[in-house]
């Protein structure tokens, strides 16, 4: 049986390399802030501060995701998520996706490199009594990342919930 005590480590300093599978959505890479608004039928609207942080994972064909959104008055801490996003080079995304709140999003959808805009569709809702099915849509419009959330319940159908303007930091 070999060993491999003698082969070197990989320096912890060596720069992360993007994987080729990221490159049609590395344009996502950094961190957005900026703010939303928020409602649905059932609920008072609301507007909120959020920032987005999309990273490399350095030579794996996979993008680590966070958000966190806050009270604009107060800067409280509102709602937090994080995941990971897999784009195919089909132009194909699965993302998962779990909230501060204990729900869990499975998505799949579609990207568009050219017009920069991806479109998911929730495969499973987990852990959520009321949520049954969500849909995300993001786009990358005169350098601002916009996007809107629709939510499903067990007693309504989609309905607009979220929608916010970010900028890169």
Known sequence: MESNIDSPAPEASSPAVLHPALAPLSFLLGTWRGQ???GYPTIHSFSYGEELHFSNLPNKPVIGYTQ???KLS???PMHAESGYWRPKPDGTIE???AQSTGLVEV???RYNTNEK???????I???ASKVKEIRRSFQLVDGNLCYDVEMATHSLTLQPHLKAVLKKI
């Open 117 to 123: 805009v991806i479109q998911l569709q929730s495969e």
């Open 107 to 109: 998505q799949k959808g």
């Open 74 to 76: 107060s800067g409280e």
């Open 68 to 70: 966190k959104t806050w």
């Open 36 to 38: 939303g608004e928020g």
């Open 125 to 127: 809702v987990g852990n």
């Open 95 to 97: 993302v998962v996706i």
